[in-house]
């Protein structure tokens, strides 16, 4: 197969373009900034307004989940395509492009009049968001200095962190004060502007395109495999996992076809992957760090909540606001390490940040079902110090050494390992937190009944005070089920300590890195 012709005069590829200055600079910045800030919020504020939309549609709140599943699906399907379709069909053009149909897809999702059409824009809106963060990356990269990138994507990356906890609180508001469909009409303005903005600064900074041909092969079996493994993660808690014979079909088709995926993609001279990526030490060094550690990030961030809402009683609103803080040393802090990373070895903030996150979740497996929200809110303060020092050095040490035209590909393989680690993340902490729930439940219940002194103690005190001897068992049952899921979910904390401790170590295997070589703050997507 002879070599790609290029379908536009273009510089040569490893050539980089000038950095952009003064009104353009911030300009760029604010545009690219706030279009990754509508997709990340869009990927997390229906996750409250389910029980609206089901209900206005007429359909279960189980049926109502696969709103999140059917954008989840996409968008992991998506992401990695980044390279190929740069190279198709130009890094700012694609951008704007996903801008625009994002926008339309939104105005879709609001229209809806059933729950099949709300799937099927929300699978296209999920699909066109792939692109728009590791393109963000890459153009944000081209508009600074190699010296500023660290700066300039600590920025960038403040809006990502904002962006997820914003998310359940502004979606809650809208459901209880408005109607459901404006979670997606607030994309509008966001996203005209962005679009707008965009193309007009960097239209003329296109990059070079090329007639690649199609790998439909490894387009199909990407779609199989990402779609059985997301469909299983996201329906395994539900369904029982491989107790049902929906997730082991599923499981194994993914497996399947993803092997058959790699085998392909590393033979096909124009692959739809670039998996030679991995062949890197810092690239597949940083890309497992930062997975796992989202992973375990994720999965904490969706286990506290439900923790506090469905055994403490937390209401919705009040859980969103234990989580706030969680954004304010991420802010703060965010360009000072964007400022010092040019100067010091990425490895050690990286090193940092793990040690931070496991001293916050071990803090938190220390919490007891009695717990106060002051107590609550110290480890989430804290913990918005180590995403600051996260995503940024991780994903410098990712794309070290990266030539311009493999940007595109690595940002974007990068940020699907990373997507598809979160999901996981929550896939696994829910359920293993629901088993270990159960397993201290039983353990807590051998010493309870008439056989007990101390239960029949509790039990004569509660009816003492006016309680019948059923509602004195009862609420003995209520103390158990919370004690039993506090300890369940302090498990996972600790756990996830340990690992974060483990992390470390994998963090030293890559080479030195500074941020003078390109660098993305990575998305808290």
Same mark, same amino acid.
């Given at each position: 197969?002879?070599?790609?012709?290029?379908?536009?005069?273009?510089?040569?590829?490893?050539?980089?373009?000038?950095?952009?200055?003064?009104?353009?600079?911030?300009?760029?910045?604010?545009?690219?900034?706030?279009?990754?800030?509508?997709?990340?919020?869009?990927?997390?504020?229906?996750?409250?307004?389910?029980?609206?939309?089901?209900?206005?549609?007429?359909?279960?709140?189980?049926?109502?989940?696969?709103?999140?599943?059917?954008?989840?699906?996409?968008?992991?399907?998506?992401?990695?395509?980044?390279?190929?379709?740069?190279?198709?069909?130009?890094?700012?053009?694609?951008?704007?492009?996903?801008?625009?149909?994002?926008?339309?897809?939104?105005?879709?999702?609001?229209?809806?009049?059933?729950?099949?059409?709300?799937?099927?824009?929300?699978?296209?809106?999920?699909?066109?968001?792939?692109?728009?963060?590791?393109?963000?990356?890459?153009?944000?990269?081209?508009?600074?200095?190699?010296?500023?990138?660290?700066?300039?994507?600590?920025?960038?990356?403040?809006?990502?962190?904002?962006?997820?906890?914003?998310?359940?609180?502004?979606?809650?508001?809208?459901?209880?004060?408005?109607?459901?469909?404006?979670?997606?009409?607030?994309?509008?303005?966001?996203?005209?502007?962005?679009?707008?903005?965009?193309?007009?600064?960097?239209?003329?900074?296109?990059?070079?395109?090329?007639?690649?041909?199609?790998?439909?092969?490894?387009?199909?079996?990407?779609?199989?495999?990402?779609?059985?493994?997301?469909?299983?993660?996201?329906?395994?808690?539900?369904?029982?996992?491989?107790?049902?014979?929906?997730? &082991? #079909?599923? %499981? +194994?088709?993914?497996?399947?076809? !993803? @092997?058959?995926?790699?085998?392909?993609? $590393?033979?096909?001279?124009? /692959?739809?992957?670039?998996?030679?990526?991995?062949?890197?030490?810092?690239?597949?060094?940083?890309?497992?760090?930062?997975?796992?550690?989202?992973?375990?990030?994720?999965?904490?961030?969706?286990?506290?909540?439900?923790?506090?809402?469905?055994?403490?009683?937390?209401?919705?609103?009040?859980?969103?606001?234990?989580?706030?803080?969680?954004?304010?040393?991420?802010?703060?802090?965010?360009?000072?390490?964007?400022?010092?990373?040019?100067?010091?070895?990425?490895?050690?903030?990286?090193?940092?940040?793990?040690?931070?996150?496991?001293?916050?979740?071990?803090?938190?497996?220390?919490?007891?079902?009695?717990?106060?929200?002051?107590?609550?809110?110290?480890?989430? &303060? #804290?913990? %918005? +110090?180590?995403?600051?020092?996260? !995503? @940024?050095?991780?994903?410098?040490?990712? $794309?070290?050494?990266?030539? /311009?035209?493999?940007?595109?590909?690595?940002?974007?393989?990068?940020?699907?390992?990373?997507?598809?680690?979160?999901?996981?993340?929550?896939?696994?902490?829910?359920?293993?937190?629901?088993?270990?729930?159960?397993?201290?439940?039983?353990?807590?219940?051998?010493?309870?009944?008439?056989?007990?002194?101390?239960?029949?103690?509790?039990?004569?005190?509660?009816?003492?005070?006016?309680?019948?001897?059923?509602?004195?068992?009862?609420?003995?049952?209520?103390?158990?089920?919370?004690?039993?899921?506090?300890?369940?979910?302090?498990?996972?904390?600790?756990?996830?300590?340990?690992?974060?401790?483990?992390?470390?170590?994998?963090?030293?295997?890559?080479?030195?890195?500074?941020?003078?070589?390109?660098?993305?703050?990575?998305?808290?997507?």
């Amino acid at each position: 197969m002879s070599s790609p012709k290029p379908a536009l005069p273009a510089r040569p590829p490893s050539q980089p373009l000038p950095p952009l200055t003064g009104g353009k600079l911030v300009m760029g910045t604010v545009a690219l900034s706030l279009a990754v800030f509508m997709n990340v919020l869009d990927s997390s504020i229906a996750n409250v307004s389910i029980p609206a939309i089901s209900g206005d549609l007429g359909v279960s709140p189980q049926q109502g989940t696969w709103v999140i599943t059917s954008f989840a699906v996409a968008n992991a399907i998506s992401v990695p395509l980044t390279g190929w379709l740069t190279q198709r069909f130009g890094q700012v053009r694609l951008f704007v492009t996903s801008i625009i149909l994002f926008v339309l897809s939104s105005i879709l999702c609001g229209l809806a009049p059933s729950m099949e059409v709300l799937i099927a824009a929300r699978v296209l809106q999920g699909a066109v968001a792939g692109p728009m963060i590791p393109l963000s990356q890459s153009l944000l990269l081209s508009s600074y200095p190699p010296a500023k990138s660290g700066m300039a994507l600590a920025f960038w990356g403040m809006t990502t962190l904002v962006a997820p906890v914003m998310g359940p609180l502004l979606g809650g508001w809208i459901s209880d004060n408005y109607t459901w469909p404006w979670i997606f009409y607030i994309n509008i303005p966001v996203g005209v502007f962005a679009a707008w903005a965009t193309w007009s600064i960097y239209h003329k900074r296109e990059s070079a395109v090329y007639k690649l041909p199609i790998d439909k092969i490894g387009l199909g079996l990407l779609v199989i495999w990402v779609g059985s493994l997301q469909i299983m993660l996201d329906k395994g808690k539900e369904l029982d996992w491989f107790n049902s014979s929906t997730i &082991v #079909i599923l %499981g +194994a088709i993914a497996l399947v076809a !993803f @092997i058959y995926f790699v085998i392909w993609e $590393l033979g096909d001279d124009h /692959p739809v992957v670039d998996l030679t990526l991995f062949k890197g030490r810092n690239f597949s060094g940083g890309v497992i760090a930062i997975s796992v550690g989202y992973g375990l990030m994720f999965g904490g961030l969706v286990i506290l909540p439900l923790w506090l809402q469905t055994t403490l009683g937390y209401t919705a609103t009040l859980a969103g606001e234990v989580m706030a803080p969680v954004g304010i040393f991420a802010i703060i802090l965010s360009p000072f390490i964007g400022k010092i990373l040019p100067k010091v070895d990425a490895r050690w903030v990286a090193s940092t940040a793990f040690l931070i996150f496991a001293l916050v979740f071990f803090l938190r497996s220390q919490f007891t079902e009695n717990v106060d929200t002051f107590t609550l809110m110290i480890p989430t &303060v #804290i913990q %918005g +110090a180590a995403m600051a020092m996260f !995503f @940024i050095p991780l994903t410098s040490i990712i $794309l070290s050494g990266q030539p /311009p035209e493999k940007m595109p590909s690595a940002a974007g393989l990068s940020n699907f390992v990373r997507i598809m680690f979160g999901g996981m993340g929550t896939s696994i902490t829910s359920t293993f937190w629901d088993r270990r729930t159960s397993l201290h439940h039983s353990q807590l219940t051998e010493f309870s009944g008439p056989h007990s002194p101390a239960f029949n103690e509790a039990v004569h005190n509660l009816t003492a005070q006016g309680m019948s001897e059923p509602a004195a068992w009862a609420t003995i049952e209520r103390l158990i089920t919370v004690k039993a899921a506090t300890q369940g979910a302090t498990d996972i904390f600790w756990i996830s300590a340990v690992l974060f401790l483990m992390l470390i170590a994998l963090v030293w295997l890559t080479k030195p890195s500074r941020s003078s070589v390109p660098a993305d703050a990575g998305g808290a997507h």
